[in-house]
Nanobody
Framework: ELLVESGGGLVQPGGSLRLSCTAS????????MAWYRQAPGKERESVSC????????YYADSVKGRFTIFRDNAKPIVYLQMNSLKPEDTAVYYC?????????????????WGQGTQVTVSS
């Protein structure tokens, strides 16, 4: 598999989780990497993205200031640090990448997807 997510789980409101996405080394250094999520009954939505040009980052308004995306270039891993979690953050989180160093705001532009990891925020 090109992308494998991990780190999901159950957390109380206000808590933190760190998601990891391990990528194939052949694509990690040249591709942009993104996180999407899909809540029950809702469409999949963009959460965050980091490019491979100058580590430009994008965040959805709903997570800005709470989530941080970053890459570990020593290993082919991109992380999503999620703080101050809310019940509305509950969703399956997907890692995605595209054969382009720049981020895109269009889901259709992403070529590869992970299997997803469940994040549940509940007391």
């Amino acid at each position: 598999e090109l992308l494998v997510e991990s780190g999901g789980g159950l957390v109380q409101p206000g808590g933190s989780l760190r998601l990891s996405c391990t990528a194939s080394e052949s694509i990690f250094s040249i591709n942009s990497m993104a996180w999407y999520r899909q809540a029950p009954g809702k469409e999949r939505e963009s959460v965050s993205c980091i490019d491979s040009v100058d580590d430009y980052t994008y965040y959805a308004d709903s997570v800005k200031g709470r989530f941080t995306i970053f890459r570990d270039n020593a290993k082919p891993i991109v992380y999503l640090q999620m703080n101050s979690l809310k019940p509305e953050d509950t969703a399956v989180y997907y890692c995605a990448t595209r054969d382009d160093p720049n981020c895109s705001d269009s889901e259709e532009d992403y070529d590869y997807w992970g299997q997803g990891t469940q994040v549940t925020v509940s007391s």
